[in-house]
Structure formats: C-alpha cells, structure tokens
C-alpha cells in the first residue's frame, strides 16, 4: 500500500549494482531514442509479451486486467503481471535492473526512484513527460521525489496522505461540535477534549509519537523549511534553518502538551496507534485512512470525523504522500510498447475509473482528486484535500539510508522527549545527513 512504501526497506546496497553505471546513457534496447515530437511512440507489439512487476496489494486484478485490455487493443501485445512481495523487494529489483532481463515496466514506492536512477538502472522519462501527463497536473509528492536532476524516471501511479482523525462523539462530549479548520481552532478544541479527559490515565487529546518524522515534517513544511536541498550537486540538510527551526520548535510544543510524556520516543507501532483510538485512549491521531480502528471497532465508524491537519502558517500543513509511480527498466528490450503501458496505466480515464473508482486510491493528478471529491464519502475527502498539497522525501540517492537507520525518527524524538534541545537535534543530524546525502 502507499504508506508501506515510505518505510524504508533498508539500504540499497549500491555497490552491489556497479555494473548498471555502464548503460545509464542508453535508451534502452528497445526504445530508438528521444523522440522529435515528445510524443509516446506508437508501435505494433502483435505477437510479443509485456512482464509488469506490480508490488502486492498495490493495484487489482480488477484494475490491472483493465488497464491490460486497452493495452492489448491498442498494441496488439500481451502482458504478464508478476506480483511482488515487500521482503526482499530492493535486493531482487536491484539484481533484475543488473541484468539483461529486466522486467519491462516496474512499480516503484514514490520515495525509491532516486536510489535505482542514480544507478542507472532506469529509463530517462523526460522526453515523453508531457504526454505522459495527458494534460494532467501531477501531485508534488509523487512527481518530485521521481524527478532526479531535472529529469524523471517515474510516472505518478498514485497516492495516500494524512489526515487528522478525531471522535466526533468525544470531541462533542467536551463541547467541540465542528472540525477546526484553523491551527488555534484545533488546539482550542483540543485543550477542551485533554480538560474533559484530565481524569483518565494515559490520556492523549491527541496521540502524536516522537519518532513519527511524518507528521514532524508537516510542521517543519508548514514553516517553511525543508528536509535537505541540492545546491550545484551538493546536497545541504535543512534543519538548522531558521524555518525549519520554527517548525521543529512548533512539533515539539504541541507534541509535548497533547500526547503522552511516553510518547514521546515512541513510533506509531508499539504501541498501536489505531488500537489507542478504538480503546478511547485518544480523541485524535493523524494517519492515512480509517481501515485499522474501524478494524478494531467496528461500531465506531459513526464516531470519527476527519480533517486535513490546520497549520500555524493558516493553510493545511503540507503532508507527506506515500504512493506508487511506474518506471522502465534502461535495459528492458521493449522500452516502446512498456511506454504505451504505462500511459493507459496513469491515464485520466483509468485513474478515475479504477485507480480511484475500484482501489479507492487517491489519483496521481490534482483533476483526479478534483473529480473524485465530486463522489468520496464525507469521511474520506479529507486525504483528498490534504493531498492537493503534498511533498515528499529528497530526491537523493542515499535517503533510504537515513530512513533505514532511523536517523530523522530519532531527530523528531530527541527534540520531543527533551534529551537534546531543538537547534542541537538539528545541528547534529545536519552534521552527519550532509555527509551521507553526498556520498558517491
């Protein structure tokens, strides 16, 4: 699923792949080069096999078959779809792009194109973007992250955000009848719910852990800061910004007066923040659907409200989206018709049908959620809204070894549980995210 994907799966191991450096200026065996018009080439496949890997539970067969279907009509070729487990996902793709097998067209987690681009290992997409787009306006967290140096490597498939999540029937009971839409809306609501609830233990107005840097991030974003910023090719961490500073600063204070002292230096995981919900242990948390506490409690569904999460600045707090693009291998044999694929896949028409009319996914395009928001349930249009403004991980090749071994959780829980101050959390974890984000 698309949150799934913004936890990383562990380093990539580049210096395993070597070898793909050696075709990160080819086209691709089947593709004759940029095309003069911009345009995706037509092309007869009658007679040849297109091998998709698609990442279980990202799509349906539903939506697959269909997308499948127009291909075929439209190319003549066939297609087989492989579907691929997370463990052990990075290793077993990092070996395929190595090899002169390749899969032909991959689905790849938003934040992972810059790790497999940088090894040359994929297709160069930007000759074909805007026809790929189809007049659509892709979604910044999905098309930033996939966009290296300027040039793309991946197709916004689509996408999941966060939205807060509250109990309507708490938050009534504490004389709070309207979602805020303000930042002090909220946390007047909020300190009316933690007053109602001052006798019931381990009590959280609203459950927000330390180490969860996803949500850090929205205040840090709301602020005007950034996570790192690439200045001529050399990467700068971004925390001790003044900005980011203010927002690492707003993180801790609503943190520290609405969660749990425990919380603290803990990730959303252990303990369970869906089952804390359903047990009445918070009125609020921030995630990207309601499936796991409805899952818990079933009766609660006519209790939750949601609401994309109100920043100091007085917009939403732009969100971190998790989602899928579609990217082709550079030594893929069938780059023209693995093309003509992914264009059917990110179309309008299956995006709305499909992606989003079957799977429930929220569409690549700020048209695609424009068109969704016309039919979603009240209970879901919050993630829609809250992913028109989005932005995502560094489009650097070594992020995933920052998120792999922790070190922006730990930046967000040493600020909220106090064991270092703000400007010295951020000092530290510039000193060394400067050194792994420039590492060659």
């Known amino acids: 699923m698309a949150i799934k994907k913004m936890t990383a799966v562990g380093a990539l191991g580049i210096v395993t792949v070597l070898a793909l450096s050696a075709c990160s200026g080819s086209a691709g065996t089947g593709n004759a080069g940029a095309p003069s018009d911009g345009k995706v080439p037509e092309v007869d496949g009658d007679g040849q096999t297109l091998n998709v890997w698609v990442m279980q539970n990202d799509y349906t067969e539903e939506t697959l078959a269909a997308i499948n279907e127009e291909f075929t009509k439209q190319t003549g070729a066939e297609v087989t779809i492989q579907s691929q487990t997370w463990d052990g996902i990075t290793t077993k793709l990092t070996t395929a792009l190595a090899t002169d097998t390749p899969p032909d067209v991959v689905d790849v987690g938003n934040t992972q194109i810059a790790s497999y681009a940088a090894t040359g290992g994929l297709l160069d997409l930007t000759p074909y973007k805007d026809d790929l787009a189809q007049g659509q306006t892709w979604l910044d967290g999905l098309v930033d992250p996939a966009t290296v140096d300027g040039d793309l490597y991946g197709v916004p498939g689509f996408a999941g955000a966060r939205a807060v999540i509250y109990n309507k029937k708490m938050w009534a009971e504490a004389g709070v009848t309207a979602a805020p839409t303000t930042f002090d809306e909220l946390t007047a609501a909020l300190d009316k719910v933690k ?7 381990d009590f959280s107005a609203f459950y927000l852990p330390g180490q969860y840097f996803y949500a850090g991030m929205q205040f840090v974003w709301d602020a005007g800061g950034d996570i790192a ?7 700068k961490s971004g925390f001790s910004s003044p900005e980011a500073i203010e927002g690492l600063t707003a993180f801790k204070e609503f943190q520290n007066e609405y969660s749990t002292a425990a919380s603290a230096t803990l990730d959303t995981f252990e303990p369970n923040q869906g089952q804390l919900f359903a047990d009445g242990k918070t ?3 921030l995630n990207t659907n309601t499936g796991a506490i409805l899952k818990i409690n079933p009766d609660m569904e006519a209790d939750l409200g949601t609401f994309p999460m109100p920043g100091i600045s007085g917009d939403a707090q732009p969100v971190m989206l998790g989602g899928s693009d579609w990217a082709l291998p550079v030594k893929s044999k069938n780059s023209d018709l693995a093309l003509n694929w992914v264009k059917i896949a990110t179309s309008p028409d299956i995006q709305k049908d499909y992606v989003y009319g079957v799977d429930g996914w929220i569409p690549n395009s700020v048209e695609g959620i424009e068109f969704a928001q016309e039919s979603v349930a009240e209970l879901r249009s919050s993630f829609f809204t809250a992913a028109l403004n989005s932005k995502a991980t560094p489009a650097n090749a070594n992020w995933t070894t920052i998120e792999s071994n ?14 270092k101050s703000v400007e010295d959390a951020a000092k530290d974890f510039d000193a060394d995210a400067d050194k792994t984000l420039n590492i060659e």
């Open 195 to 201: 007053a109602a609830n001052a006798q019931t233990a």
């Open 283 to 285: 009125s609020a948390i």
């Open 229 to 235: 910023s690439n200045d001529g090719g050399e990467w």
């Open 406 to 419: 922790k070190a922006i959780n730990n930046l967000f829980s040493a600020i909220a549980s106090g064991s």
